[in-house]
């Protein structure tokens, strides 16, 4: 392992039952991802991107395996600690934004600092700042129904942001976007990356997006190999 390693997976394997027949998703996966570095992680619809990167947020338990973060293994966690480890350390960017309708960007945008026991004013100019620098400081009292596709989901990347992680695990980021919007939302992945120095793995179909990354993984039959042209 190297030192500057951030992001540690051993062996892991996750399987669904789905009627009689048992799905074999992961089948021993291995991973190490290196401090600020970018991972795209493509393969075809079904290979089991979506559930990989559920694991690695702790969204989800693996079968068998470990998933260390630093030198934390997560599958050993119980769900508080856990919580709160992906509250202050991981930031949650999908296909399908997850804005509460009824709250406004700027609200949306401050819900991890106000679970997270921030004061209001403190979390309302951290959220103000994201949201300018994702480009909708003019949008920020408009709510997820009075905005773009795009403008969502950079509502969702502004809120990935906001506890200021070390991690960003981004499923099909531009996956329900158009070419344009999808064009522009790459470019800001790729700004924030270099700002920020952020670590980020990135589940895609958008190869263009993928090989903005540093690094492309084919998950192909249950492991992650090297994607090669």
Known sequence: MRAETVIRVQGLHKSFRRGPEVIHVLKGLELEVGAGEGVAVI???????????????????????RIFYDDTDICGMREGPLADLRNRKL??????????????ALENVMIPALVGAWNR??????????????????????????????????????RALMMSPTVILADEPTGDLDPHTGGLMQELLVQLKTTLKVTM????????????????????EGVLEPYRV
């Not at 393969?43 to 690695?56: N, P, R």
């Open 43 to 65: 393969g075809a619809s079904g290979t089991g991107k979506s559930t990989l990167l559920h694991l690695l947020g702790g969204l989800e338990r693996p079968d068998e395996g």
């Open 91 to 104: 930031g949650f960017v999908f296909q399908f934004h997850f804005l509460l309708p009824e709250f406004t």
């Open 121 to 158: 004013p403190q979390a309302r100019s951290r959220a103000l700042t994201l949201l300018d620098t994702v480009g909708l400081s003019a949008r920020v009292e408009h709510k997820p129904g009075e905005l773009s596709g795009g403008e969502q989901q950079r509502v969702a990347l502004a």
């Open 201 to 220: 793995i990135i589940a895609t179909h958008n190869h263009d997006l993928a090989h903005a990354m540093d690094r492309v993984l084919e998950l192909k």
